[in-house]
């Protein structure tokens, strides 16, 4: 039932920014943890990013080491999306990028990429040295 698309990928050069955004329809933003997550070429699946539904005042983030400082996850529920900023882009950061989203409720966080609820298709981020 739950919708999900992910845009704003593409060729960047090192040290470049570039926002990947994921769109969610069907469903309440607010009441689902985020996920973005990457696979580069030949290797597996690596959790890149995690934002929280809502509880208190705060959601709650994760960010790989790989990416800490550089990378910015954030939301907006009245826009139903959810926005990476990539900042000081590097080669290593290639990859297809992933959005996946799950209940609150159901626990799932980063870095797991197991049972996520629903995933989207994928928007490709290519970084040239």
């Known amino acids: 039932q739950l919708r999900i698309v992910e845009s704003g990928g593409g060729l960047v050069h090192t040290g470049d920014s570039l926002s990947v955004s994921c769109a969610v329809s069907?469903?309440?933003?607010?009441?689902?943890?985020i996920g973005w997550f990457r696979q580069a070429p030949g290797k597996d699946r690596e959790g890149v990013s995690c934002?929280?539904?809502?509880?208190?005042?705060?959601?709650?983030?994760y960010y790989a080491d790989s990416v800490q400082g550089r990378f910015t996850i954030s939301r907006d529920n009245a826009q139903n999306t959810v926005t990476l900023l990539m900042n000081s882009l590097k080669p290593e950061d290639t990859g297809v990028y992933y959005c996946?989203?799950?209940?609150?409720?159901?626990?799932?966080?980063?870095?797991?990429?197991?049972?996520?609820?629903?995933w989207g298709n994928g928007t490709p981020v290519t970084v040239s040295s």
């Open positions: 069907g469903g309440s933003l607010d009441t689902l943890n």
């Open positions: 934002i929280g539904g809502r509880d208190d005042t705060i959601y709650t983030t």
């Open positions: 996946a989203a799950a209940p609150v409720a159901h626990g799932i966080w980063c870095p797991s990429s197991y049972a996520w609820d629903y």
